[in-house]
Structures are given as C-alpha cells and as structure tokens.
C-alpha cells in the first residue's frame, strides 16, 4: 500500500524553529512533486510549499524567508524547516506527493497530517 507519514509536529514558542518529515513508502513508481499543505479551521487548505524532483521550489509569500522546503529522493522523503513561527503558523499540516503508478496513471497522495502549536 501507499503511505504517507508525517512527523516533527509539535509545540514551540512565538519565533522558535520546528522541521516536519514526510516519508513515501509503498508501491509509489514515480514521485514528481511532494509539498506541504495547511488547513485552519473554517479555511481553504493552502499551499506552503512545494519541490519538484529536480529541486524546484515553491513558496507561499506569508513563509518565504522563514521555511525551506527540501526533499532525499533516494528516501522518498521530504522536509519543511519552519523558522521563525509565529501563532498563525499553528495549524495542521499535510504532506502531498504527486506521482506516476504503476499503472501509468498521475494520482495524488496526501499524508494524514500533523499539529503545529505555536504558544508562549
């Protein structure tokens, strides 16, 4: 089966630094883009980043200059250094891959998401 699992999530003080981990196991053939999403309650889900497999980055303008994204391909895995938090920044967090199956087909995967806190 295919997985994506978050981890890093948790609480920290107004200008501190969390790192989120997402790993892709199973039966993935071809990972293109994996990126990071958040959801508050009552709003849109909304990009914060994204990373293609060559390295092309995208950013959110509310998290540029604070968050790096970045990716090990060979671990199928993916990163979000946050930087800098501020308590807007406290919401849930998800992991997507986009990727080719094994049947040829581009689907879209999202992890179960994890809780950033951001409190004195």
């Known amino acids: 089966q295919k997985q994506l699992v978050e981890s890093g999530g948790g609480l920290v003080q107004p200008g501190g630094s969390l790192r989120l981990s997402c790993a892709a196991s199973?039966?993935?053939?071809?990972?293109?883009?994996m990126g990071w999403y958040r959801q508050a309650p009552g709003k849109q889900r909304e990009l914060v980043a994204s990373?293609?497999?060559?390295?092309?980055?995208n950013y959110a303008d509310s998290v540029k200059g604070r968050f790096t994204i970045s990716r090990d391909n060979a671990k199928n895995t993916v990163y979000l250094q946050m930087n800098s938090l501020k308590p807007e920044d406290a919401v849930v967090y998800y992991c997507?891959?986009?990727?080719?199956?094994?049947?040829?087909?581009?689907?879209?995967?999202w992890g179960q998401g994890t809780q950033v806190a951001v409190s004195s």
């Open positions: 997507n891959a986009d990727y080719l199956s094994y049947g040829g087909t581009y689907l879209s995967s």
């Open positions: 199973g039966s993935f053939f071809r990972i293109n883009v």
């Open positions: 990373i293609t497999s060559g390295g092309s980055t």
